[in-house]
């Protein structure tokens, strides 16, 4: 079974510009959880979508969004970019069983530089 | 009370030797507590995960040890290898999609020597 891709691997943006990163789930994984690392501040909590919906959500500015599409393939978007925002951008996907998530697995991560 | 503490920051272990990194957490309602690996360049990868009904859990070389009380846990890596030279970081959830909103510790950067 593929693992978790996301797509760009790295990208370098400008102050003031916004992005999309992309993540596609394992196949038969309905959720779909972002999370930025940095050297700082670690591993943190964005969000989290299930079925189109956003099920969680972290302590970042309504700057940061996501979406998901119906094959659970999920997008974020980070607008106005500041330098703050350079990290590594990981996803991860779990499988969905009457409700409940079970264990994540995660992507390559996108390396986003703000220059 | 969202945060998991973790410790040492970094671990230097002879091959063959036994590594143990250990985290704390304070929130209470966490029940579900995974180790992940992670080498640079990618991304972090599940190890072994425990629930707080089991008070250890075995795979392979690595184990995790769970102290509810105390609200601690471990994970040994018996007969390290330099191939386990990565940085670990453990981590909890709670409620119903314990799965999906995981807080992490810190991190520790592990270096096995030949």
């Known amino acids: 079974k593929a693992g978790v891709t996301q797509t760009p691997r790295y990208l370098i943006k400008t102050r003031g510009q916004q992005v999309t990163l992309s993540c596609s789930p394992i196949?038969?994984?309905?959720?779909v959880s972002w999370y930025q690392q940095t050297p700082g501040q670690g591993l943190q909590f964005l969000f989290e979508y299930f079925s189109e919906t956003q099920r969680n959500k972290g302590n970042f500015p309504g700057r940061f969004s996501g979406r998901q599409f119906s094959n659970s393939r999920s997008e974020m978007n980070v607008s106005t970019l500041e330098l703050g925002d350079s990290a590594l951008y990981l996803c991860?996907?779990?499988?969905?069983?009457?409700?409940?998530?079970?264990?994540?697995?995660f992507g390559p991560g996108t390396r986003l530089t703000v220059t | 009370q969202q945060q998991v503490k973790q410790s040492p920051q970094s671990l230097i272990v002879q091959k063959g030797g036994i590594s143990i990194i250990n985290c704390a957490y304070e929130?209470?309602?966490?029940?579900?507590f995974p180790w992940y690996q992670q080498f640079p360049g990618k991304g972090p990868a599940l190890l072994i995960a425990i629930r707080p009904d089991v008070s250890e859990k075995k795979e392979g070389r690595f184990t995790i040890s769970f102290n509810k009380s105390a609200k601690q846990f471990s994970l040994h890596i018996m007969d390290s290898q330099p191939g386990d030279s990565a940085t670990y970081f453990c981590?909890?959830?709670?409620?119903?999609?314990?799965?999906?909103?995981?807080?992490f510790g810190e991190g520790t950067q592990l270096t096995v020597n030949p």
């Open positions: 981590a909890a959830s709670s409620g119903e999609t314990s799965g999906s909103r995981l807080t």
């Open positions: 991860a996907s779990s499988l969905v069983s009457r409700g409940l998530s079970y264990e994540q697995y």
């Open positions: 196949s038969g994984h309905r959720s």
């Open positions: 929130n209470t309602a966490f029940d579900y």
